[in-house]
């Protein structure tokens, strides 16, 4: 797979050059979507957004289960299975190795408790994983976690200092592919071949990869989970968990229904009578993906959350990150000593909303916290240009 680089750009650190005009709007991008148009939604990577076309074929799909349910749930796992061949030929993945899941919460416990710990294993965690994966991590076995800085420059520093933490006793790493609050690449090709060759085992974070990269399986993974819902415009609770072949016979469902003969995928995916309309209708996002031309849309995503993020650094104290050519995300650091806690964080996102009709997403981190911003289709550039205006006299 061909992975973005994460070297820093030269000149402009936020990408862009000096006197580029904003962003245009995507052609059509903001009629597929029923978002509040009052509210600026600059935080897609948290919980995505639903398509009017796909959320028209999941209540086509609703319509027919309500209308004979027998036939419906008797019929949903080969139906499922059909849909999961289609996200495979978009993921480049084999069918028979991906199995639909609710979200990447999921993805991870199951890929947990597939890995064979012994006492005294431990697993090691970056201190940019996402707060319920690595809670899963800390459940299964003692975890170290690794402290990467923000602001270190490219992925050769990430890797060294990943590399440079494990002990005879890590067994398991969890790495983010994409990571959530700094919006950059972690889990390379380079660093997941160093890990194998390590004899650890590796779960990868893919939460935001599907739809927002062009080859979204980390090559190299032992178990990769992503979500649907965020930027392959999935309904919600719409994610897969990708297994290597020498760890699928351990995957076992984290609450079993119906034994499935099948084993896994069908095995995790049987959920008895459950809501399976959301999975069916996941391919229809990455089908719409296509058809608007997604090397297209990602540019155009991209572009704009590098607009937003140059807007933003123009203002003094707040710092660009580092960051991964090509992502639809950038984060800044605030001025120290904001949003260094959870609880100053959420305080400040909310209040942001609440002010200014703003949605950003605020993460906190010690000494102070920072900002990130999405570009998605619907977008405008006059969102990011009214965070921009009033941000500053929010973090006074």
Not at 141 to 170: F, G, I, K, M, N
Not at 211 to 218: N, Q, T
Not at 236 to 252: C, E, N, T
Not at 352 to 357: D, L, V
Request: charged fraction near 20%.
């Amino acid at each position: 797979m061909t992975q973005p680089t994460s070297d820093v750009p030269t000149g402009d650190p936020t990408g862009r050059p000096a006197g580029t005009p904003a962003p245009t709007v995507f052609p059509g991008g903001p009629g597929l979507f029923r978002l509040d148009p009052a509210i600026a939604h600059l935080n897609h990577g948290s919980f995505g957004a639903v398509p009017v076309p796909v959320q028209e074929a999941q209540a086509v799909l609703r319509e027919e289960a309500h209308a004979d349910p027998d036939a419906f749930f008797i019929g949903a796992p080969d139906r499922i299975a059909a849909a999961r061949t289609r996200i495979a030929a978009h993921l480049a993945a084999d069918p028979d190795g991906i199995a639909f899941v609710s979200n990447a919460t999921e993805g991870a416990n199951l890929a947990l408790a597939a890995v064979p710990l012994a006492d005294g294993d431990e697993i090691l965690v970056t201190d940019h994983g996402y707060g319920t994966v690595t809670a899963a991590a800390a459940r299964r076995a003692p975890v170290t976690t690794v402290a990467l800085d923000p602001s270190l420059p490219d992925e050769d520093a990430v890797r060294e200092t990943v590399l440079a933490a494990l002990t005879p006793r890590t067994k398991v790493a969890v790495l983010d592919h994409i990571s959530s609050p700094t919006a950059r690449v972690l889990a390379t090709p380079r660093l997941l071949a160093d890990l194998a060759d390590r004899g650890i085992t590796t779960v990868v974070d893919g939460a935001h990869a599907p739809g927002m990269l062009a080859d979204p399986l980390a090559v190299g993974a032992d178990f990769w989970f992503g979500n649907l819902h965020k930027w392959g415009y999935a309904p919600s609770g719409s994610a897969v968990l990708a297994v290597a072949p020498a760890h699928r016979g351990r995957v076992r469902a984290l609450v079993p229904s119906w034994e499935d003969p099948h084993g896994f995928p069908r095995s995790v995916e049987n959920r008895a009578t459950a809501d399976y309309t959301g999975w069916l209708a996941a391919p229809e996002g990455l089908d719409l993906l296509q058809r608007l031309d997604a090397a297209k849309a990602r540019a155009h995503n991209s572009a704009l959350a590098a607009y937003g993020a140059a807007l933003l650094a123009e203002h003094p104290g707040i710092t660009p990150l580092p960051y991964t050519e090509g992502l639809a995300m950038r984060s800044l650091r605030l001025p120290p000593g904001l949003a260094g806690t959870p609880d100053e964080a959420r305080a400040l996102r909310e209040r942001i909303a609440a002010e200014q009709g703003i949605r950003v997403l605020i993460w906190p981190w010690p000494g102070g916290g920072g900002i990130r911003v999405c570009g998605q289709l619907y977008n405008r550039p006059e969102e990011y240009e009214r965070l921009a205006a009033v941000l500053p006299s929010l973090l006074k």
